[in-house]
């Protein structure tokens, strides 16, 4: 049986004060009620350090929203993944809709960060998902199969449990559309299938989030589906009510 993972994807929001209120908030609540489901946070990256501290015996699992395609050296601005790796950062979300669009990160960029992050021992929430448009004219299979298996084209079989996958289809981000539980179970099967192929029996033990307008009410519905492994979240993530009864509705 695939366990459930709750990611809370905090995008660029909440200041010190509030991000570090909140993470104390869920934190002291996960440890407490022990969760079957991993609950993992990605705030922004320069809260990762002080963040680490306060999580180390704890149950939250942490994660950068963002890492370096590169190893070291003259990329301004870039963290690498063994920056991440050294202050213990757990996960790393690669292939997010919006990385993908506003700052044009193809296939080719994408198979080098997870391939940093692969070398430098981090997990990783590889996200995938259709345009509207992509959608409308009916190639939304075909479009995320070809996301996932671009990029996580040169894994080593030992690799493979490292990666998790986000289905996230864009239309539903951050708009209040949600695919239906059905739709989305049906892609998440394509996706397994075309992992099936790739890396044979494997593929049953990957976890296949969704992600896109996930809130306390579509969340017991979406995880009732066999296929759904769990969220990646990123609105109903700022809200600490609202985050915690989307971790109870996996329970
Ligand atoms: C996301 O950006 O990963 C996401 C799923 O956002 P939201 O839940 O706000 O749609």
Known sequence: MRGKIIAANWKMNLNLEQATNLMKDVRDRVDLEKFKSEVIIFPPSIYLESFEKN?????????????????????TGEISAQMLDFLHVEYALIGHSERRLNHKEDHD??????????????????????????????????IVVQQVLKSLNQIQHERWSQITIAYEPVWAIGTGKTATPEDANSMHRVIREALFEKI??????????????????NAG????????DGALVGGASLNYLDFIKIINAAE
């Open 55 to 75: 999580l180390t015996n704890s149950l939250v699992s942490l994660g950068a929203q963002d890492l370096s395609a590169n190893i070291k050296g003259a990329y």
């Open 109 to 142: 960029l994408l198979t080098r960060k997870v391939n940093q992050a692969l070398q430098n021992n981090l997990k990783i929430i590889f996200a995938c998902g259709e345009t509207l448009e992509e959608k409308e004219s009916r190639k939304a299979e075909e």
């Open 200 to 217: 044979g029996h494997l593929a049953n033990d990957i976890k296949i989030l969704y992600g896109g307008s996930v809130k306390p009410e």
């Open 221 to 228: 519905e979406l995880f009732k589906k066999p296929e759904i």
